[in-house]
């Protein structure tokens, strides 16, 4: 298999085939990523997507799963998205899922007739990074949309039929009262979206990044591990929908918690408090564990 640059999935996807639709990410400018910093944003010519989806079957014969790479596929014009989803189907009979990382910008630039017509044709999941409820933090990580336009693209995924994840920042605003306002703000635009996954990491300084940067000249505080878990507990305690499947357990997390609000909230809020209560190190993840 052939690819260009730093290729990242999420960890649901680690049993996906990786097709790489897109070179980088269309926006890039968040200041906290790094990741495709090694590499200008290219859209891949159609061709070339045909002949790695016959290299893959080749290689790899009937899939089940494949991820769209690499920052954000839903970028791609939507009739070229058809005809990738068409091809991959025709080739895998087995093909039962298809994920991609969408970003807001990108998202809202469909319209919900034209994400309905990717999920008929059988773009079954979006992970979105909405990191934040904050207008304030949106706009100081660089976002480049506030609140109200990241819960449009998330509302439009979900009420196009599209299995949403999202994902959220442990810590993204820094010490201070900041913190408890993300947290809160951040609980209730999922209220307000009503992902199917909500998937929490914390916020760590990559190298050449902006926020790196910020770090080192002493403009940004981090939050220590319990005051992340704070954060955390914030979000168990405000998130008032049923049947969202919470997965905390990232390797960027202190503390890796899973459950389903709001069947599993007594026994997440009683583990996150018993930390808290207790301040035990040893239940938390060093730092020589936690990874990206």
């Not at 093909?95 to 919900?112: D, M």
């Not at 509302?155 to 201070?176: F, H, Q, T, W, Y």
């Not at 408890?180 to 998937?199: D, F, G, Q, V, W």
């Not at 929490?200 to 190298?207: R, Y």
């Amino acid at each position: 298999m052939r690819y260009e640059g730093t290729v990242i999935r999420p960890f649901s996807e680690a049993n996906s085939y990786l097709l790489q639709c897109t070179l980088g990410c269309s926006h890039n400018k968040c200041t906290f990523c790094g990741t495709y910093k090694d590499k200008p944003f290219r859209i891949r010519p159609i061709e070339e997507i045909r002949t790695d989806i016959r290299m893959a079957l080749d290689h790899y014969g009937d899939l089940e799963k494949v991820f769209l790479c690499d920052g954000d596929a839903i970028v791609l014009p939507t009739d070229m998205l058809l005809e990738i989803l068409h091809e991959l189907y025709a080739t895998f009979p087995s093909l039962r899922h298809v994920g991609t990382y969408v970003g807001p910008q990108s998202t809202l630039g469909k319209s919900l007739e034209e994400l309905i017509t990717l999920r008929a044709a059988g773009l079954t999941k979006a992970y979105l990074g909405v990191e934040t409820g904050d207008d304030q933090v949106l706009k100081e990580i660089n976002k480049k949309v506030d609140g109200a336009g990241m819960l449009m693209a998330g509302r439009r995924l979900v009420e196009a039929g599209i299995n949403l994840s999202a994902m959220v920042l442990l810590g993204i605003a820094g010490k201070g009262p900041r913190s408890h306002e993300h947290a809160t703000a951040t609980a209730e635009i999922i209220n307000r979206m009503k992902p199917h996954y909500l998937a929490a990491l914390t916020v760590t300084p990559i190298p050449r990044t902006p926020l790196y940067s910020q770090v080192s000249a002493g403009k940004f505080e981090l939050l220590d591990p319990f005051e992340t878990l704070a954060e955390m507990r914030t979000l168990f305690e405000h998130i008032t929908i049923d049947n969202l499947k919470f997965v905390g357990v990232h390797a960027s997390n202190y503390l890796p918690i899973n459950g389903t609000l709001q069947r599993d909230k007594a026994r997440m809020l009683a583990t996150v408090d018993e930390v808290l209560n207790t301040k035990d190190h040893t239940r938390m993840r060093s730092e020589g564990m936690r990874g990206l």
